[in-house]
């Protein structure tokens, strides 16, 4: 699928450069002359957003490592000297902070875009478990960067996350020690963590570079779910793809800058202003928001290793979707039942983030246990049982076509 | 038209998720009455702080937190600068002099010396153990961030709307009921020894006695001397120290937001122009 580079520079120079490494030509085929379905609509914008959001990270990350001090002693205070006295400082801290959650929002939409349209599909499953992967990277990055701050929340939630590995049969505890540096979270936790949070964007970016390639490779799936038959179901990436990412790229930005300069502190916790303290509980340990769904399938199990497990186990599954899902018509547009399944899955997903914010206790775990039990049912009960029955709609015969029937 | 539908689903979830959320909520808020939503100078896409205002919650401070509660993240100088109390560094200068500052000279001997406008504002008490050992066992909590780190769950449907709101003042308001919220318990709750009631604080038994009450901090510039005017003061004082850059963060927030309207306005029919020959 990837566009035959018409690259030829005029420029003597970049002529030299081109017969010896032929960058520019790379270049041109994959973000010029790559083509793109026509039909693609908004929710086809998040994987630019997401590129942007690594981005966002990545800078104002670097710069805040230049103020920042891992140490427990000193890390609670360097992150209120940056808020305090660096220039900017609270701006490059909001933006890095709540640009994580953006990050989440971004690629939460992006999955169940992907879901919604059969993104996953043949021959795009390398592409999807590459996106599984990123995702993973992404929530131990978020999660080693939550620690930095020293805060309750920061100490706590290090210290119940890290337990998580505790529930491995044997070698549980020598598992955390190691983890921990020590005996418990302290000094040596906080610095290996401040050095993988340092690491993994660059991981994740490394990993972005094979998403994007194997989507270069197969091309990108669109809202009719069917390939790209000849040069009138397709534009070219530049400018038709890069005006509208573009465009929503400001859009989400709108968002993100509301967050940032008038509400900074609604995606934290007010404990996390509180420097942490050992001897001290909170009365909630919550993780942040966009591991809520995970945290209340982990609580939802009475056991710690099988809800260990669960908790894994629900990403992993993801990575299976490919294969579990055995029905041929991609997009959802076509499969009237899938369609509302899609549906009640997202309020499922919700439903648990909600359980996950709530006590672990009484009418709570009984619905997030009813919930992580459809979670998984969705995937290894409903969709390989929709495949097979569900009575498709039939599918235009070129994307051309079906852009047409609707205009 | 798939947009729209997809939208209208998403709507649908989301209100389902919400209707859900609903129920546990308003049975969590059960029991323990909410601080009061007070108006705030600082609330809101323009809110700034009242100066006055900051410095008579300054005074407030000085004159009564402080023989307990340290603000060891804020400098003097802080007092003086741009969208804060607003004065003057002449009086930053004499303020700061009026403190006693723990130093070494330079053969390496301890000394006291006046303290600076660089000079953070010095600890009531020597550390943190001395602190606890003095209050009862547990130390005072410091002021330098305590309105960002205190809330009260909001429940639904509030949580939802705060996002629109921009409501952010949660902090400040607790901050302001647990100081008028001091009154006597009711019949039948056994209080511990050295606990207080308090209507606000969570479980109600607070450990910091009655700190403030009517006409105790004479104010120079008319404002009520009474414990609401000083609990207003104080709190908003307090968001200050914990969020001093609040004023230029909402103003430059404004400019971003235009910038950004206007830049996806010129986005928007850009990608119309440069799409219409597609479609």
């Known amino acids: ?407 | 038209m798939t947009m729209h539908r997809t939208f209208t689903a998403l709507a649908l979830a989301a209100s389902l998720g919400a209707a859900v959320l609903g129920t546990g909520v308003a049975q969590a808020a059960e029991g323990q009455p909410h601080p009061p939503s007070l108006k705030w100078s600082f609330s809101g896409p323009f809110g700034t702080f009242d100066q006055g205002q900051l410095q008579r919650g300054f005074k407030v401070y000085k004159e009564v937190c402080a023989s307990c509660h340290s603000m060891s993240l804020v400098s003097f100088r802080n007092l003086a600068e741009a969208g804060g109390p607003g004065f003057s560094e002449k009086q930053v200068e004499a303020l700061a002099a009026e403190y006693k500052i723990k130093d070494l000279d330079d053969k390496g001997e301890a000394i006291e010396r006046d303290g600076r406008p660089a000079d953070k504002f010095p600890a009531p008490f020597a550390n943190a153990l001395a602190a606890a050992a003095a209050n009862g066992g547990v130390a005072p909590p410091d002021f330098s961030t305590l309105a960002k780190a205190r809330t009260y769950e909001r429940g639904f449907p509030w949580w939802i709307i705060d996002i629109f709101s921009q409501f952010q003042e949660q902090g400040p308001d607790y901050i302001h009921a647990i100081l008028v919220g001091y009154e006597d318990a009711p019949q039948g709750f056994t209080m511990p020894a050295g606990g207080n009631y308090n209507k606000y604080f969570p479980g109600h038994v607070i450990a910091m006695p009655k700190p403030i009450t009517d006409g105790q901090v004479t104010y120079d510039d008319g404002a009520p001397q009474t414990l609401d005017q000083y609990s207003r003061d104080v709190a908003a004082f307090m968001m200050w120290a914990a969020e001093p850059h609040l004023v230029a963060r909402k103003r430059l927030g404004f400019q971003v937001m235009i910038f950004l309207l206007v830049l996806s306005g010129l986005l928007y029919f850009t990608k119309k122009k440069v799409w219409s020959a597609v479609h």
């Open chain 1, 1 to 407: 699928m990837s566009g035959h580079s018409t690259y030829q520079p005029q420029n003597g120079f970049l002529q030299w450069i081109e017969k010896r490494l032929p960058i520019g030509g790379l270049i041109h085929s994959s973000f010029v002359a790559y083509p793109t379905p026509r039909n693609l609509n908004y929710w086809w914008t998040f994987g630019g957003i997401l590129s942007f959001m690594l981005g966002v990270q990545i800078i104002t990350g670097i710069v805040l490592a230049m103020h920042y001090t891992p140490h427990v002693d000193l890390a609670f205070n360097s992150v209120e000297a940056i808020m305090r006295d660096v220039n900017y400082g609270w701006l490059l801290r909001y933006l890095h902070s709540n640009g994580a959650s953006m990050f989440f929002i971004a690629v939460y939409i992006h999955i169940f875009r992907g879901m919604y349209y059969g993104s996953y599909k043949e021959p795009r499953e390398v592409l999807w478990i590459l996106g599984v992967i990123i995702y993973l990277l992404m929530m131990a990055t978020g999660f080693l960067g939550y620690t930095l701050p020293w805060g309750q929340m920061s100490f706590w939630g290090a210290t119940v996350i890290t337990n998580f590995f505790s529930a491995i049969p044997g070698v549980g505890e020598t598992v955390v020690t190691w983890l921990w540096g020590g005996y418990a979270v302290g000094n040596p936790t906080l610095n290996r963590f401040y050095s993988l949070h340092y690491l993994l964007p660059f991981v994740i970016a490394g990993v972005v570079v094979l998403h994007v390639w194997a989507l270069h490779v197969v091309g990108q799936n669109n809202p009719a779910g069917i390939e790209p038959k000849s040069d009138k179901d397709t534009v070219p990436f530049t400018p038709y793809a890069t005006v509208k990412d573009g465009f929503f790229i400001v859009v989400f930005c709108i968002m993100f800058a509301w967050f940032v300069f008038y509400t900074p502190n609604y995606l934290g916790h007010a404990d996390n202003y509180i420097p942490a303290n050992p001897a001290v509980t909170p009365a909630h340990i919550v993780p942040e928001w966009y591991y809520l769904p995970f945290y209340a399938i982990l609580r939802a199990i009475p056991d710690k290793l099988l809800g260990v497990l669960a908790m894994f186990g629900s990403i992993a599954i993801l990575a299976f979707l490919p294969w579990l899902d055995t029905s041929r018509v991609k997009s959802a547009r076509y499969r009237p039942l899938y369609r509302q399944f899609f549906w009640l899955f997202v309020a499922v997903c919700i439903g648990l983030g909600w359980l996950g914010s709530k006590p672990a206790e009484g009418i709570y775990t009984l619905i997030a246990r009813i919930l992580t039990f459809y979670y998984f049912a969705h995937f290894i009960i409903v969709l390989p049982l929709l495949g097979i029955f569900e009575k498709t709609k039939p599918l235009p015969n070129s994307i051309s076509e079906s852009v047409l029937a609707k205009a």
